[in-house]
């Protein structure tokens, strides 16, 4: 009896270690999901926002933050006019948002 109960705590232990390796090993990519670029839902974009233009600013530390750049065509070139800036966070597209959003 008490060898099955030190093989199974043996089994239930090395279980155990084999989870929190893969979780450490692993941690990156469930900490930071990465999401590949949607060429369909660019090309959507860019035909509901024909003035539309793709934006990359490159960071300090080597990241390089993407996103879309529309600017009001009734503007003057010396009128401040409002913009909004949107980073969203662990590998978020924010592109499909877009499609919804009114067009003035």
Do not use: H, I
Request: hydrophobic share 50%; with cysteine.
């Amino acid at each position: 009896m008490r060898t099955l109960l030190a093989r199974t705590a043996a089994v239930a232990a090395g279980a155990y270690l084999c989870v929190l390796a893969f979780l450490y090993l692993t941690q990156q990519s469930q900490v930071f999901p990465s999401k590949a670029a949607d060429n369909a839902l660019d090309a959507a974009v860019r035909e509901r926002f024909p003035d539309m233009r793709a934006l990359s600013l490159p960071t300090p530390d080597g990241s390089v933050l993407s996103g879309w750049l529309l600017a009001r065509p009734d503007a003057a070139q010396d009128a401040p006019a409002p913009l909004v800036l949107y980073f969203g966070g662990n590998a978020d597209l924010c592109s499909q948002f877009l499609l919804d959003a009114p067009r003035e």
